[in-house]
């Protein structure tokens, strides 16, 4: 049984599952410190409302949690992913701060409430599946003045060009991960 480790918070050494076959890539302990570790350098994550599209294992999501979000909404299509997601969730016993959305995130773009906006968006879609069009688009779910990081192949160019509303503030490479950090405008 595969598992990953939160690195830091009220859970940090606690193991999650990560036994999703070949549906994800679940982000290992380095990237993730390195992302938080961007996150954290732009802003607190205290009482945050979080987004983890492309959730996987719900890896991104319950780090945010453990370091003090105030809620995670977890978008994953795949079963084998979902069932792991809903028993990390329930290992930590933070259903209550949590919502799992079983659909694809283009799917969840179209049909969400436009009026639910997020602090951080962590977004970590499939490598062989990167998906720019929907990537851009999560924007649309983000608070004015929100950030949102996004894992992609460090082989490719950042698979997402900014609408004028979002800036890219930083990106980094960590070995086959890059990471980009986005920052929505306040004044639009």
Excluded: C
């Excluded at 990237?31 to 954290?40: D, M, Q, Y």
């Excluded at 319950?62 to 299509?77: D, H, V």
């Excluded at 599946?129 to 950030?147: D, I």
């Amino acid at each position: 049984m595969t598992k990953l480790r939160i690195i830091a918070g009220r859970f940090g050494s606690r193991l999650i599952s990560a036994d999703v076959g070949r549906a994800t890539h679940p982000m290992g302990d380095r990237v993730r410190s390195a992302l938080f570790a961007r996150l954290l350098s732009h802003r607190s994550i205290d009482g945050a409302r979080v987004l983890d599209a492309f959730a996987g294992t719900g890896a991104l999501g319950l780090e945010a949690l453990s370091r003090g979000a105030g809620s995670a909404t977890f978008i994953e299509r795949d079963r084998v992913a979902l069932r792991a997601l809903k028993n990390n969730v329930k290992l930590l016993g933070v259903d209550e701060q949590v919502m799992v959305v079983s659909t694809p995130v283009k799917t969840w773009l179209d049909t969400r409430d436009q009026s639910d906006l997020y602090d951080i968006i962590l977004a970590d879609p499939p490598y062989n599946y990167p998906q720019p069009e929907t990537v851009s688009r999560l924007v649309e779910a983000l608070q004015p003045g929100g950030l949102m990081i996004l894992s992609y192949p460090g082989r490719l160019r950042v698979p997402y060009q900014p609408i004028g509303v979002v800036v890219v503030d930083d990106f980094r490479s960590y070995g086959e991960a890059t990471l980009a950090v986005f920052q929505k405008l306040l004044d639009h």
